[in-house]
């Protein structure tokens, strides 16, 4: 079974679709699937229409402005009300669109000035109590061995002895 086309009334373009697609389509419309072969105008076109773009510059067909309008109001999603004067179209009188949400800007709060030193020791404090709750939480030992060289052998630290030599430099890498 071949694929159905479908083909815009408007541009001429044409589009392989499923039998799937039309069907729903067809239904969400409340049009036939012949109706929708036969009067069916691309989302392009439809964008284009209703950003004020003439249907004259998209093609040499003539449509009446009520055609216009049936054709883009059956094959959009735009539920405003509107009409086409000369191929060009028209948002009705009064019709206002709802403005879109503005986001409230972010709020920061301000804290006291802290010292180097100060701010060091937080962080480390609170990877500390982030690392040791991670570990409780998926109880999981973590730990690495290094070579002692006045054992001549690997030795096994914890990762909280690890991370004390790295915030004391003792051995950062």
Known sequence: MKAPKLTCVISGQSRVTSENYLRS???????????????????????KLRKGVAVSTITDTVFSDVQLADLVRNNSKCREEFTFVDGVYTPAKGAVKAPKAVKA?????????????????????????EYDAELAANDVPTAKYEWDSDKNTTVLKT????????????NPF
């Open 25 to 47: 389509k067809a239904d969400r419309l409340g049009k036939s699937v012949d109706w929708l072969l036969n009067n069916y105008v691309s989302k392009n076109v439809c964008s």
């Open 105 to 129: 800007p972010k709020v920061v709060a301000v804290k006291k000035e802290t010292t180097l030193e100060e701010a060091v020791t937080k962080a480390v404090k609170n990877v500390h109590n």
């Open 159 to 170: 990762s909280s002895e690890v991370l004390d030599e790295m915030v004391t430099n003792k």
